[in-house]
């Protein structure tokens, strides 16, 4: 084209430009729409030759046509220009924050005000493709999680075109559905992929790694992986010198205290709870400080400390609601320490309680089953009781290892290998060591399978 200027008000691009931001999303929108170039130079009050030329890159829209075609094709607070595209970013990620600090009433409102960007769709998948991932995670926050693996599932078929910030996004919400579908093997692929990207990329966004640390260091938790577990919560700096504690720092502290115990590091596990205990009643947090007291009776248990276990784990009953997923547990904890602790009559009575509460939560019903079946065991002395050895073999070790429990299933296999060694069942003895030696052979190759990922 000749350098010589003509009647265009447009703005003049440098010579051999390609198309402008908005220019590129303007040819996309009006050709998604049907509109031809001549019906939208009309718009502008301008020529077709003079939209040909935009779109090829030698001259940029002015404000006023930009506003022209935003009122004609009904998305006049879409960004569009290069500035507008920068700040409705920034505003979205704004809005993640929101969602993230579950300032839900907020949140939702901003969902609203952001969601006519999903009208750019068809011509740009940026920022509505950012707009879905976010929303997705706000489905997360509202317990939509049912809604949120459809709308994941959508968008499987862009994964080879996404960017890598898109990408990011899209495997840490795929990591967070299985989490808490408690698939964690699944989660935590997912959750290293997002860490791949952010390592491997300069990404144009800013996202805390500490969160996507902490959600990989929960994975192998509940794997069962504590050295692994460790790492990732070392790699998480120590609490901010603000002063103000954030309640997922306290979740931070809770995570690294369950994988100290299940290393045998019990001292360093009881200060950090004790700590936290503190910190949840400072922040008034229900929740931790119910689950912090759970985790120091679970520590008390494994120190034999029965009456302080069982101490911690009665406030911990206080704190969770009936119909929490937490409530049944920390039963069946609380009278496996009176057993353990040979208050036979007071456990007896405990179960007879405890079975009222299988019709309120079916989630660990068989946890609650198995009790009387424990006590039988403990305090038969040289009976052989096949019945609740049946059971606690075929069914609750079973159930606790399917629940990634292998610590408690390794104590009913120490249970039933001190009943066989009192009843003399040499051969149940046999296949018990070999039962306990295969949980541990299957922990140690988890563990290197882990290493690989």
Known sequence: MSNTPNTYNGVRTE????????????RALRKAKGTTQVELAEVILSSSASVSRVELGDYTYNKEEIAAI???????????????????????????????????????????????????????????????????????????LDKAEQELDKLESKVDT?????????????????????????????????????????????????????????????????????????????????GKIATYEIGIDILRAINFRMVGHFQEAESLLKNCLLQAKGVQSKSYVGFTLFNLGMLYRCLGKWDEAISHLDQALDTFEMAS????????????????KRDF??????????EALCSQNQDHVILIKSLPHILNIS????????????FIENITIPFLIKECESFEAVKCYELLLHH???????IKILSTKAAIGDIYKKAFIHQERRREI
């Not at 010579?15 to 303007?26: D, F, G, L, T």
């Not at 305090?379 to 049946?390: K, L, N, Q, W």
């Open 162 to 242: 996404m960017l890598p910030e898109h990408l990011y996004y899209f495997n840490t919400n795929k990591g967070s559905l299985l989490a808490l579908r408690k698939r964690f093997e699944n989660a935590l692929e997912f959750y290293l992929k997002a860490l791949h990207i952010f390592e491997n990329n300069k990404l144009p966004f800013q996202t805390n790694i500490n969160v996507l640390y902490y959600h990989i260091a929960h994975c192998y938790t509940s794997m069962e992986s504590p050295s692994h577990a460790i790492i990732f919560l070392g790699k998480i700096p120590e609490l901010s010198n603000s």
């Open 345 to 354: 009559v007071k456990a007896e009575a405990e179960i007879e309680l405890s």
């Open 379 to 390: 305090r038969r002395i040289s009976t052989y009781d096949g019945e609740s050895v049946d």
């Open 325 to 340: 997923e937490y409530h049944l547990p920390v039963v069946y904890h609380r009278i496996c320490c009176l057993i353990e």
């Open 70 to 144: 935003k009122s004609h094709f009904g998305i006049t607070d879409m960004p569009l220009t290069e500035h507008e595209c920068e700040a409705f970013r920034n505003g979205l990620y704004f809005w993640r924050d929101h969602i993230r600090d579950k300032r839900m009433v907020e949140a939702r409102e901003m969902r609203d005000r952001f969601s006519p960007v999903l009208i750019l769709e068809p011509c740009d998948d940026d920022l509505p493709l950012l707009y879905r991932l976010f929303d997705i995670l706000l489905m997360f926050y509202e317990g939509g």
């Open 420 to 426: 066989f060694k009192r009843t003399k069942k040499k």
């Open 15 to 26: 010579k051999a430009n390609k198309p402008s931001i908005e220019a590129q999303k303007i």
